[in-house]
């Protein structure tokens, strides 16, 4: 078979309901570009039919391959382990529960193929709660600001990247990561394109509300030390301010005489001191786990096998 141009990654867990009518949008929009491709999907542990109706769909489909996980190790692991294996030129990440739309993809392709190494997307009326939606607003604009970078919507994972990013992303052996601001640091011409988005076509949505605030404090602290430097910013400014305050103190001893009243406005203020305190221990707790992750070495991902296209693996 011609080795492919355009490289489709899929992760999935749990979409049994959603992948028949994917494969049946997908395909046509991928025959219909006239481009060799291949289609990279990894089951990540899933429990329902998912990967049983994967295999299956690979002896109809030649330019099918299906990477089966040990386990459930998150949907950027999932990413991560079909961009190792990915041959194309132009490489399309995609959600498995149409909410993006595949008849977007020659759009993504087409702005690659103009020279943009990665293409980013806005989602068009988004259709997700309004909860995820207001929360997604507050964590675009405070990673821009971390990190510098400049993205309008980090959660959206229709985007197409080429195979010099891909490359780049390929050689970071990171064991936790936000592919869309991974790509970013490694992109020199980077562009943004608006993208339709829909209602999750069947079951529900992957991530817990502990999973979310796990990814996020992934992008938050796996891009940047940003918000360490805060914190010593602001240990700096409560000390001076409270010498000032208890220089004003003693002089006021002197002219009016000591205070009494008060105690629990004291109190008020220390514990809102100390909730600051145990917040930054946290965060420095944050940095530590990730770094301890990153010294224990071990494989971020196991695969079992790789179905289609007459390749099998053990484990990796
Ligand atoms: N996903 C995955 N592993 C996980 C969680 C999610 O591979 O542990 C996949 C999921 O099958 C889907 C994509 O990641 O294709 C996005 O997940 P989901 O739609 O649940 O996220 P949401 O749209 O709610 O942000
Ligand atoms: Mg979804």
Redesign the pocket.
Known sequence: MEKPQVTIV??????EGNLNQLMERLLPVMRGMGKPFEIIF?D?GSRDRTLSMLKEMTLKIPELRVIEFNG?F??HM?ILAAFERSRGEIVVTL???L?NPPEEIPRLVAEVEKGHDVVGTIRLKRQ?SVFRKAASKVVNVTTNKMTGMKMSDY?C?LRAYHRTVIDNINHCQETTTFIPALAQTFAANPTEIEVSHAE?SAGD???SLYRLIRLNFDLMTGFSVVPLQLFALMGVFTSLVSAGFGVFLMVRRFVIGAEVEGVFTLFAILFFFIGIVIFGIGLVGEYVGRIYQEVRKRPRYVVRRVHGMAENEVAS
């Open positions: 899929v992760p999935a867990y749990n979409e990894t990540d459930n998150g949907q999932a959600d498995a529960d909410q997700d959660g994972m999750r949505s992957k991530y």
